[in-house]
């Protein structure tokens, strides 16, 4: 079992400390969120609540995932980050795919890309998209990205596609390694999208009986792909997995990668950095190190 420190809405000037701190303390990966803005009226609900009500306020704060990862990969030196996820369908596949090939070459391949669907109407409208073809235009953009980005340094790449189409190009620097892309997402499609394309699949928070429902879903689409067996990351976080026995069932269930949020476990201001440091190193003494 490896560890994920997801950074959920953190201040802009935590993420270094809070980087390096997570490194030293012997996690293998930091998770990283998407929002591009907040609109004071949204016509969807937020499918992750029981309400569907936003539980943030608009002021919270979320760095971009690209300009952060590429400043904390400055500070570190062997831990891997990925997004949680990026809102694909809302940005151009050839841009995500040149700022994706940059960040790889310069983490030293520390990078994986996290992708989903966005589910709020606003930021199609207002960045100029359309929420109608959102997952064809994913499963495209996923195609691109992986051309773009499959390892062996710049290649000659072209699509033509119902949605995006263009020549032969070239987009460097390009990785040596191929970079994961990992598909976020609850629903069928979004299961099927990772067994599919996907080199892994991450979760939304769950309890450990919804991640074995959505496992077994999961399990069966990988199937169907000819993919069962094979080697897939499942990035998950479970919010009543407290100690190491949670986190045995995880991996019974078939995690890989369990995201962790530790300053929520041990008392004290969970927004202080402080707080969010010292529960990091303790986390590792207590459930990292002991295996």
């Given at each position: 079992?490896r560890?994920?420190?997801?950074?959920?809405?953190?201040?802009?000037?935590h993420?270094l400390p809070?980087a390096?701190a997570?490194e030293?303390?012997?996690?293998?990966?930091?998770?990283v969120p998407d929002s591009?803005?907040?609109p004071?009226?949204v016509?969807a609900?937020?499918?992750?609540?029981?309400?569907?009500?936003?539980f943030?306020?608009?002021?919270?704060?979320?760095?971009d995932?690209?300009?952060?990862?590429?400043?904390m990969?400055?500070?570190?030196?062997?831990?891997?980050?990925?997004?949680n996820?990026?809102k694909?369908?809302?940005?151009?596949?050839?841009?995500?795919?040149k700022?994706?090939s940059?960040?790889?070459?310069?983490?030293?391949?520390?990078?994986?890309?996290?992708v989903?669907?966005?589910?709020?109407?606003?930021e199609?409208e207002?960045?100029?998209?359309e929420?109608?073809?959102r997952?064809?235009?994913?499963?495209?953009?996923?195609?691109?990205?992986?051309a773009?980005?499959?390892?062996?340094?710049p290649?000659?790449?072209?699509?033509?596609?119902?949605?995006?189409d263009?020549?032969r190009?070239m987009?460097?620097?390009a990785?040596a390694?191929?970079?994961?892309?990992y598909?976020?997402?609850?629903?069928?499609?979004?299961l099927?999208?990772?067994a599919?394309?996907?080199?892994?699949?991450?979760s939304?928070?769950?309890?450990?009986?919804?991640?074995g429902g959505?496992l077994?879903?999961?399990?069966?689409?990988?199937?169907?792909c000819?993919r069962?067996?094979q080697?897939f990351v499942?990035?998950?976080?479970?919010?009543d997995?407290?100690?190491?026995?949670?986190?045995?069932?995880?991996e019974e269930?078939?995690?890989?990668d369990a995201?962790?949020?530790?300053?929520y476990f041990?008392?004290?201001?969970p927004d202080?950095l402080?707080?969010q440091?010292?529960?990091?190193?303790?986390?590792?003494?207590?459930?990292?190190?002991?295996?």
């Amino acid at each position: 079992m490896r560890f994920t420190v997801p950074f959920p809405m953190l201040p802009a000037d935590h993420l270094l400390p809070l980087a390096q701190a997570a490194e030293e303390a012997g996690f293998d990966a930091i998770a990283v969120p998407d929002s591009v803005f907040y609109p004071e009226v949204v016509s969807a609900g937020y499918p992750y609540s029981p309400d569907g009500s936003r539980f943030w306020a608009a002021e919270t704060p979320f760095a971009d995932p690209f300009v952060s990862v590429a400043a904390m990969v400055a500070v570190t030196e062997r831990i891997r980050f990925y997004t949680n996820v990026v809102k694909l369908p809302i940005r151009n596949p050839l841009l995500v795919a040149k700022q994706v090939s940059t960040l790889a070459v310069l983490s030293g391949d520390r990078f994986a890309l996290g992708v989903g669907l966005s589910w709020m109407p606003e930021e199609f409208e207002w960045t100029g998209t359309e929420k109608r073809t959102r997952g064809a235009r994913t499963d495209e953009a996923i195609e691109i990205i992986r051309a773009v980005c499959a390892g062996g340094g710049p290649q000659w790449v072209e699509h033509h596609g119902r949605h995006y189409d263009f020549d032969r190009l070239m987009i460097s620097p390009a990785p040596a390694e191929p970079v994961p892309i990992y598909v976020g997402g609850h629903a069928e499609p979004s299961l099927r999208r990772a067994a599919r394309l996907g080199d892994g699949w991450i979760s939304a928070n769950s309890t450990l009986d919804e991640l074995g429902g959505l496992l077994e879903q999961l399990h069966g689409q990988l199937d169907e792909c000819g993919r069962g067996g094979q080697p897939f990351v499942v990035s998950a976080l479970a919010i009543d997995a407290m100690g190491s026995d949670g986190f045995r069932r995880m991996e019974e269930l078939g995690v890989t990668d369990a995201q962790v949020v530790p300053w929520y476990f041990y008392g004290g201001d969970p927004d202080a950095l402080a707080t969010q440091r010292d529960s990091l190193a303790r986390f590792a003494d207590e459930v990292i190190a002991a295996g």
